[in-house]
């Protein structure tokens, strides 16, 4: 596959959406240029892009005959899609076609170099020097049979948008946990993509190696799901130690960040918790859920997690993939709903991950904050309309010191809001409390008598129930 390419060769690609009913010009428009994001996330050189109005994606290509043979002049290809049983059409389906082709209104958003208008035949020089496309992207899901039948097309390596994802989740998982979900991920994409290599003989079974057997493609795809198998036998193992660590941490109060990819989550973890979070202009720069504490340090401490990046037609397989790493959002105390501010379709943005985390089972009874991030790339009047019409959402920006400390004070008075102030008195004969005490709560004051310890402490009403329980207090 392209994708493996190892010579580190800058591959061009041609992007290709296809408008369906339903969708807006500016939807088709945003979702083709985040689709350039992901493409160059992967080391592509975009070279143009294009879009088609279809009534759907069914068919052996999504594409009309006009289309096909237009991006085919940029690939190299015929533009003429091979089939082994030639299909016979008769007047009336070649009148429709032909009525479809000639009403289809075809939206160009490439460069001129890359799709030039007018041209004929006479401008063959012309022709020699556009650059030569290496690959075809899709904005949308292909079907196996799809993607077979636009590489005979175009000559070119065909991808689409799932496929793209996939890869780069596999490029940037770093934890064990995350490289096993993004290899079931990638396996389950795969499986029905394997095709027969030539003719394939059947290997014999049965006593004597007779009869009927498998396929070369029935062997593979069974290994796949032996894998797979084994894959999520690994994963529940690793998640069972999680559940640990979050139950031993569950009596501390957690701030969840979430929102979509690249919406400025691991700067703002990073400024609030001093940590060396990776920060990279990129999508899906991070993938893995991270846990630090909030620094300055409070009493009690408490815990940010920084969870991985939503998108729009995010493969179904990848969300139940990454449900375990969402459960710091499902446990969370607070959520912070980061969105960028300066991305003019931040609110379909944020509607993307309200949907997930729905779905994964965030209930709408955990407390949370819209944040809007990157003020600093808005005017004074596009800040002022958003306080407007956002009047409880904070305004921020990761690069401006005065916001990451009101971020500070706001995470921290949230917390305190809903506290007590106790006295408790600790007998010195009492072991292992102390630690508790002082890790779980704010120590006001601290005075050692004759019998023991008295507090003053400062915490929520359940945590000093539940500690004055289990000690005897």
């Known amino acids: 596959m392209l994708l493996e ?116 035949e006479e401008n063959e020089e012309q022709d020699e020097i556009l650059e030569k496309a290496e690959a075809v992207v899709f904005d949308c899901e292909l079907t196996p049979s799809q993607i077979t039948h636009l590489q005979s097309a175009f ?96 009596e501390q109060p957690c701030v969840a960040l979430v929102g979509y990819t690249n919406a400025g989550k691991s700067s703002l973890m990073r400024k609030l918790t001093g940590s060396e979070v990776l920060v990279a202009d990129k999508l899906f720069a991070t993938l893995d859920t991270t846990v630090r504490t909030l620094y300055p340090e409070t009493q009690p401490r408490i815990l940010i997690s920084d969870t991985v990046g939503f998108i729009k037609k995010l493969p179904h397989d990848l969300v139940a993939s990454f449900r375990s790493t969402l459960d710091e959002a499902m446990n969370a105390s607070l959520l912070l709903f980061v969105v960028d501010s300066s991305d003019i379709s931040w609110k379909s943005q944020l509607e993307v991950t309200q949907t997930v985390l729905k779905e994964i089972g965030v209930t709408d009874e955990t407390p949370a904050r819209l944040i809007l991030n990157k003020i600093d790339k808005l005017s004074k009047e596009e800040i002022q309309q958003l306080k407007s019409d956002y009047p409880d959402a904070l305004l921020i920006s990761t690069k401006n010191e005065k916001d990451i400390e009101f971020m500070h004070h706001f995470i921290r008075d949230f917390f305190e809001k809903d506290m007590l102030e106790v006295d408790l008195f600790v007998p010195y004969n009492v072991q292992g409390v102390i630690g508790e005490i002082r890790s779980l709560f704010r120590v006001l004051l601290e005075k050692y008598e004759n019998e023991g310890i008295s507090y003053k402490i400062r915490g929520k009403k359940e945590t000093i129930e539940k500690l004055k329980k289990l000690h005897n207090l």
């Open 5 to 120: 390419n190892e010579n580190n060769k800058v591959l061009k690609a041609i992007l290709v959406g296809i408008s369906l009913p339903g969708t807006s010009d500016i939807e088709n428009k945003e979702s083709l240029k985040e689709l350039e994001r992901l493409v160059q996330t992967l080391g592509f050189q975009v070279v143009g892009s294009t879009q088609q109005r279809r009534p759907n994606l069914s068919g052996a290509v999504p594409l009309g005959e006009g289309k096909l043979k237009e991006i085919a002049k940029i690939t190299g290809g015929t533009g003429i899609v091979k089939s082994a049983v030639p299909v016979k059409k008769n007047k009336a389906k070649l009148k429709a076609e032909a009525e479809q082709e000639s009403a289809e209104d075809e939206i160009e958003s490439a460069p001129a170099e890359a799709f030039p208008e007018n041209k004929d």
């Open 155 to 250: 000559g070119v390596e065909v991808l689409d948008r799932t496929g793209v994802i996939v890869e780069i989740f596999s490029r940037h998982a770093k934890t064990r946990e995350a490289r096993l979900q993004v290899e079931i991920a990638k396996l389950k994409y795969l499986s029905p993509r394997i095709r027969e290599a030539g003719q394939s003989e059947r290997q014999g079974s049965g006593a004597g190696a007779r009869g009927s057997g498998e396929t070369d493609v029935e062997i593979d795809k069974r290994r796949i799901r032996d894998r797979i198998a084994e894959l999520r036998r690994e994963i529940a193992a690793i998640q069972k130690e999680q559940g640990n660590r979050r139950a031993r941490r569950s």
